[in-house]
């Protein structure tokens, strides 16, 4: 049984006879007697194994097994409230099936994450990572489940692109070993799944894509890896308003039903690595999300303009990171969309306000990290988008499918992109993108 | 509200006011009443709309919308149990939210399916990719769905990697644009993200990837595409029989609960697409696993040699398609685990059997595609996977941290890769890969 189970099961399994298989995280005592620390994995509580002399168990073999070893322990399982623990396991038989070897680089406590970072292979085995990576996998699944419990297909946008998305330059080129030309022409890896997840909704309706999306920038800021995932969710028929509903009830289902799951994970987090996450988080599920029109932004932030190291402040700029991050830590001191954006600092696709100006497009920010999501509602009038296109000078050839699908019955489409290692980074309090995801890429940088 | 929820719901909603938004299927009638078939996504139904003069609708609006068409149309919801359809909504208001263009290609019926595969951003719209990526997305999220539910971790292994797993040599290379080795040294598209769940399996246990995978393989059958999608579970202290029962177990699980949600894609699947395949499902379902040993094969083959083009059939070979199919299709007549492989055709991660000649794998076997999934125990002894690598010619330097998981606890562990194109392939009863994922990429093929 999984130590889960056990420890879940704990009243009704006092004094049954349980076999865990799980990895040592401490082994400490004398001849007569061994405390034995195990984790399975299933959960983020150890069970504690307690190895005595008197019963007939070998406790030099006991001794040996190291931090990190593999055992399977049989013994009788006792539940024990008033102890320091609620349970523990009264060995009876102990296998060590693979010792560590001394080499072991998790036997001290207190390794910094920049050491962790270069053994991603085994960073996992420790407090931070078992927490934050168990953590991730919840979001994960949770994203999954909100989707199909609200009948959004999966759209299963490509990895490989003839098109590089936004334009922006900046995607990986894949060929084979050769260098041939594979597919015959330039492939590159997809910036975004965007473009296909809205041919799929002008059809299917709420469709969203969760998959790798990969950015060649040399950027070596806390923020930013080469490889990313994203949660890309496509709404034909929604406007910018409904898109960010849709976005703020996404957020707060899969977080409220994340930290339902991780109780402890939650309190280890909240003592070790943010404190204050717990608080921070529940001020943002229990809140109305504030919406804020980009102009009022810059009117605040005008206010303040001498704080930041960018002081020319005025409608037209693109917000640099210490301008998000005052809106959402210091103004709205939470969670807030920033709506309708001039629009030449934004994607070609976004759909144009009648004012001329501005598109109808959010951000979402967040305290500590900035820009959490960012969406529109789409442009659909063809000749609009053509013509935007040709301004911005980007190739309309490798774009006439996403054109045509305004030719095709598409005739109002809503999105958002949510930079997934960044939601993970907000619900966790991690501040690197390194600790949020499993196996970082970043420029110069390539391990395993 | 949602065509799929107004038609679950009919019974109570008889005499409602509705408003529906999608996409039409179908505009027939005349001058005095039109019958309009509207999809909108969210389910394989159309629902019945009926446009009439005398409602003071503007008849020859409604005629002007074509195929494809997207519209918004209120009206009353009538409960129509003894009609063709259960339901119809009388229409009040009809917009026409967004016409298509005269040389919308899905204009006419019966399509072949190669023009079909020209164009990927639309063929979504005809009721064979409505069925089938609806399907698609569902075993996706019943995957998720069942691994959360049995506490497994979404193992986040890399895309980008600096080995190339299986060592096959039919990796993607990685660059930016100005070729200058971004990640310092050569990069590839991983071939497999097992070696990093297995990282991950020691410590949290049961794990599994969800993601694309890539093959730069200069391959042109129905079951080959340069990107695809594998599902990977690795899970400690499992064995052969063990990772076989999860298999088993995990396949029969969600192919179940996508039948139950999906009763009107699998009617037309059966009727157009696939006759005999709920039979096919159900009979698996149903059944316990058959599980035969490689040697066993190889007898029941060499039985019938003269039927195959491989004729020269002993233990060593490694099985041709023409070879599954004969033992799934029609020696078992139903999915079949094959175990125990002679070690040389096999990969050097798997275990190796006492006989010193097979190792502890499996391949899944099922009708109409061969191998659906490949599987393992791994070897979890040091010293014969340094010598198995070294036998293999396989650079050890690439994968010392994979053989270090065995010098730090890792002592037992098995795990599989499924195909997950190939599952939607056998449970939809499509025969080309290519119809199988949204946008297909293959050798000198790559659109949008």
């Known amino acids: ?11 009704s399994l006092h004094e049954t006879k349980q076999e865990i298989k799980g990895w040592i995280t401490a082994n400490r005592g004398n001849k007569k007697i061994r405390f034995i620390a195990v984790n399975d994995g299933s959960t983020f ?50 296998e060590i099936l693979k010792n560590t070897d001394e080499d072991f680089p998790l036997q001290k406590n207190g390794i910094s994450r920049e050491v962790l970072r270069e053994i991603p292979h085994l960073r996992h085995r420790t407090n931070l990572f078992r927490a934050t990576m168990r953590v991730r996998s919840t979001l994960a699944q949770e994203i999954h ?44 890896l997809g910036v975004t799944g965007q473009l296909h997840a809205e041919a799929y909704a002008n059809g299917f309706g709420g469709v969203y894509t ?80 504030t919406v804020m029109d980009y102009a009022d932004v810059i009117k605040e932030l005008q206010k303040v303009s001498d704080r930041f190291d960018e002081k020319d402040i005025h409608f037209g700029i693109d917000l640099a990171t210490e301008h998000e991050k005052y809106i959402a830590e210091e103004f709205v001191k939470g969670p807030v969309a920033v709506t309708n954006y001039p629009k030449d600092i934004k994607a070609f696709y976004m759909f144009q306000n009648e004012d001329g100006k501005t598109v109808a497009a959010f951000d979402l920010l967040v305290p500590g990290i900035g820009e959490l999501i960012g ?50 980074m907000y619900v966790t309090g991690v501040e690197n993108i390194r600790d949020a995801i499993a196996f970082p890429r970043t420029p110069g940088k390539l391990m395993m």
């Open 145 to 188: 489940a909100h989707f199909a419990d609200k009948g959004y297909l999966l759209a299963p946008s490509p990895i490989i692109t003839g098109n590089d998305g936004e334009g922006a330059g900046e995607a990986f080129v894949v060929d084979d070993e050769s260098k041939d030309l594979f597919f015959g022409k330039k492939a590159t």
């Open 45 to 94: 509580a150890n069970l504690q194994v307690v190895a005595k002399a008197e019963m007939e168990l070998d406790l030099e073999l006991v001794d040996k097994a190291r931090m990190g070893a593999s055992v399977i322990i049989k013994g009788t399982l006792l539940h024990t409230p008033e102890g320091k623990q609620v349970a523990e396991l009264v060995a009876e038989n102990f």
């Open 210 to 289: 969760f998959a790798p999306t990969f950015r060649a920038e040399n950027s070596h800021t806390q923020r930013h890896a080469a490889e990313f995932w994203m949660v890309e969710p496509e709404v034909a028929f929604a406007d910018l308003q409904e898109i960010i509903r849709i976005a703020d009830e996404m957020l707060k289902t899969v977080i409220t039903k994340t930290i339902e799951k991780h109780e402890e994970e939650f309190t280890f987090l909240e003592k070790f690595v943010a404190p204050g996450l717990n608080e921070k988080l529940q001020s943002y599920i229990g809140q109305k999300l």
């Open 375 to 424: 969406g529109s509602q789409r442009e659909c009038d063809y000749d609009k988008l053509v013509t935007r296109i040709n301004e911005m000078g980007i190739d309309q050839e490798d774009l006439q499918w996403y054109l045509d699908l305004r030719r095709f019955g598409q005739g109002m489409s809503a999105g958002f992109g949510l930079g997934f290692e960044r939601l993970v």
């Open 1 to 11: 049984m999984t130590i889960k189970k056990l420890l879940k099961d704990i009243a």
